[in-house]
């Protein structure tokens, strides 16, 4: 079974559907209408670029060219995580790289040599769009994980100097704000995994649906995604912020403020 | 006798703006001391400096003879108490609050017994039954006394005092001051209230992060 080509009119037509959001948010009085062509443009050139680069790396199929694109996906990653998260990257962007590449690469590696097996295991096809959602996902659970974090050592400052003297290591007086970072990074999934399939059908399955495979097949790949991403929110952001605690103390246990971008 | 305390020409930087300046004195073990000055002349800024937790630009802070750093900073915490004019619980009932420090594993091995929390509660006039209380429903002269009594307990013998009488009515302040009275325990503490300062053997004044004074208690 194949999908059905989207002609080029029929592309048009389905642009036209804007329209009509277009005018209800005019009608309303909301002056939106430069945003969302804006958005809808740079959409469509993205899109266009990544099918037109997506197109030449599962035509050439090159382990290397398909490892250096996870590799600038990596660091696209690491510095928007660090940027969301209000971290200085020239103090954390090793060791966010590291995390993050350990828990994709540890995750993508099991899930295409062990689980799918294809003939050849970097094979585009499977590497690079698997990486990416894996990876996607990834980003997200570490924004949170070191935003809540480091917000909460801030906010907690005089809880935190006194657990330090009663006695707790560094790592003991942290804990608490570690384990609710942690349970907040991959709460997401959790309840993601909790609801699929009753609330909505996921954007992987629903797209393998319409690429022509068995729903079976689609669902196999959905829990194995699910699987995987679960698995790499939660090692990245525990390697993540272990990592992190040498960096944003210093050696007297106390948090170093110049490593923030932000103030809050 | 070598000092307990002894600050060396200390000077403190937050931010490039001077918290503290050239501080100079010694304390030695026993002694029971009072910080005093204008809000901002630097008096909490002086326990925290000596608790490792404003970063020395000048100078230096010994304890015991030995300079802080980050490895003796660690015996510094463990020898010392702080208690603040509202100190952190760490937990919802005080029980547990109480007990928190041997959570760690430092403590683990030193929990202490039933009969030793009930006399350290009666040395501090607190009744036993406190320990069944939500940890939010007790006052903040009973949560700095339940501080207190964990520095007791943790057999601390250094207490970093910051207004620790300020919400103590007669009859508890009386109980604290008889706690430190003990010649084994060194108080380094920063107060307004009269009474306490009167019950101090020597008075710093600070000004402007600068100490201008030390007199022994009874000297000019």
Same mark, same amino acid.
């Given at each position: 079974?194949?999908?059905?080509?989207?002609?080029?009119?029929?592309?048009?037509?389905?642009?036209?559907?804007?329209?009509?959001?277009?005018?209800?948010?005019?009608?309303?009085?909301?002056?939106?209408?430069?945003?969302?062509?804006?958005?809808?443009?740079?959409?469509?050139?993205?899109?266009?670029?990544?099918?037109?680069?997506?197109?030449?790396?599962?035509?050439?199929?090159?382990?290397?060219?398909?490892?250096?694109?996870?590799?600038?996906?990596?660091?696209?990653?690491?510095?928007?995580?660090?940027?969301?998260?209000?971290?200085?990257?020239?103090?954390?962007?090793?060791?966010?790289?590291?995390?993050?590449?350990?828990?994709?690469?540890?995750? %993508?590696?099991?899930?295409?040599?062990?689980?799918?097996?294809?003939?050849?295991?970097?094979?585009?096809?499977?590497?690079?769009?698997?990486?990416?959602?894996?990876?996607?996902?990834?980003?997200?659970?570490?924004?949170?994980?070191?935003?809540?974090?480091?917000? $909460?050592?801030?906010?907690?400052?005089?809880?935190?100097?006194?657990?330090?003297?009663?006695?707790?290591?560094?790592?003991?007086?942290?804990?608490?704000?570690?384990?609710? $970072?942690?349970?907040?990074?991959?709460?997401?999934?959790? $309840?993601?995994?909790?609801?699929?399939?009753?609330?909505?059908?996921?954007?992987?399955?629903?797209?393998?649906?319409?690429?022509?495979?068995?729903?079976?097949?689609?669902?196999?790949?959905?829990?194995?995604?699910?699987?995987?991403?679960? %698995?790499?929110?939660?090692?990245?952001?525990?390697?993540?912020?272990?990592?992190?605690?040498?960096?944003?103390?210093?050696?007297?246990?106390?948090?170093?403020?110049?490593?923030?971008?932000?103030?809050? | 006798?070598?000092?307990?305390?002894?600050? +060396?020409?200390?000077? &403190? @930087?937050?931010?490039?703006?001077?918290?503290?300046?050239?501080?100079?004195?010694?304390?030695?073990?026993?002694?029971?001391?009072?910080?005093?000055?204008?809000?901002?002349?630097?008096?909490?800024?002086?326990?925290?400096?000596?608790?490792?937790?404003?970063?020395?630009?000048?100078?230096?802070?010994?304890?015991?003879?030995?300079?802080? @750093?980050?490895?003796?900073?660690?015996?510094?915490?463990?020898?010392?108490?702080?208690?603040?004019?509202?100190?952190?619980?760490?937990?919802?009932?005080?029980?547990?609050?109480?007990?928190?420090?041997?959570?760690?594993?430092?403590?683990?091995?030193?929990?202490?017994?039933?009969?030793?929390? &009930?006399? &350290?509660?009666?040395?501090?006039?607190?009744?036993?039954?406190?320990?069944?209380?939500?940890?939010?429903?007790?006052?903040?002269?009973?949560?700095?006394?339940?501080?207190? $009594?964990?520095?007791?307990?943790?057999?601390?013998?250094?207490?970093?005092?910051?207004?620790? %009488?300020?919400?103590?009515?007669?009859?508890?302040?009386?109980?604290?001051?008889?706690?430190?009275?003990?010649?084994?325990?060194?108080?380094?503490?920063?107060?307004?209230?009269?009474?306490?300062?009167?019950?101090? +053997?020597?008075?710093?004044?600070?000004?402007?992060?600068?100490?201008?004074?030390?007199?022994?208690?009874?000297?000019?």
């Amino acid at each position: 079974m194949e999908t059905l080509d989207i002609a080029t009119p029929q592309m048009a037509l389905l642009y036209g559907l804007c329209l009509v959001p277009g005018l209800l948010l005019w009608l309303i009085g909301l002056q939106l209408s430069r945003d969302i062509g804006l958005s809808i443009l740079r959409m469509t050139i993205q899109l266009a670029l990544v099918g037109i680069y997506l197109k030449t790396l599962f035509n050439l199929n090159n382990p290397w060219l398909n490892g250096l694109w996870i590799l600038v996906m990596l660091i696209v990653a690491d510095l928007s995580i660090l940027r969301r998260a209000g971290l200085k990257a020239r103090y954390f962007a090793l060791a966010t790289f590291s995390a993050v590449a350990a828990s994709v690469l540890f995750s %993508t590696i099991y899930l295409v040599i062990l689980v799918i097996q294809p003939t050849h295991f970097y094979d585009a096809r499977y590497v690079v769009p698997l990486a990416g959602m894996i990876l996607g996902n990834c980003l997200q659970g570490n924004v949170i994980a070191l935003e809540r974090f480091y917000s $909460a050592v801030r906010k907690n400052e005089n809880e935190y100097a006194t657990y330090l003297m009663l006695g707790a290591t560094r790592w003991e007086a942290v804990k608490p704000y570690f384990k609710e $970072a942690i349970k907040a990074a991959i709460n997401p999934t959790i $309840a993601s995994m909790t609801t699929m399939g009753l609330v909505s059908l996921p954007g992987m399955m629903t797209g393998q649906i319409l690429g022509g495979s068995e729903p079976w097949l689609a669902v196999k790949y959905q829990i194995a995604i699910m699987v995987c991403i679960f %698995t790499s929110t939660t090692i990245a952001g525990i390697i993540n912020l272990k990592l992190s605690l040498n960096i944003a103390f210093n050696n007297f246990d106390v948090f170093r403020e110049e490593v923030i971008t932000k103030t809050s | 006798m070598s000092p307990s305390i002894r600050f +060396d020409q200390v000077s &403190v @930087s937050v931010n490039e703006k001077s918290i503290l300046s050239g501080i100079n004195f010694s304390l030695f073990p026993g002694e029971k001391a009072v910080l005093c000055g204008k809000s901002g002349s630097g008096k909490s800024s002086v326990l925290k400096t000596l608790m490792g937790l404003l970063p020395v630009t000048q100078g230096l802070v010994y304890f015991e003879e030995i300079a802080l @750093s980050p490895l003796s900073v660690k015996h510094v915490r463990s020898c010392a108490a702080y208690i603040g004019q509202e100190p952190i619980m760490g937990a919802d009932n005080v029980q547990d609050a109480l007990l928190l420090p041997f959570q760690f594993k430092i403590h683990r091995q030193h929990r202490p017994t039933e009969k030793q929390i &009930v006399d &350290v509660l009666q040395r501090l006039q607190l009744p036993a039954d406190i320990l069944k209380q939500q940890s939010s429903r007790i006052s903040g002269g009973e949560k700095q006394r339940i501080a207190l $009594a964990r520095g007791l307990l943790l057999g601390k013998t250094l207490y970093l005092l910051d207004e620790v %009488t300020s919400a103590l009515d007669t009859e508890s302040k009386q109980a604290v001051f008889d706690v430190f009275s003990d010649p084994g325990l060194t108080v380094l503490s920063v107060a307004h209230d009269l009474d306490w300062q009167e019950r101090c +053997d020597i008075i710093f004044e600070l000004d402007a992060g600068r100490l201008t004074e030390g007199r022994r208690h009874g000297n000019t």
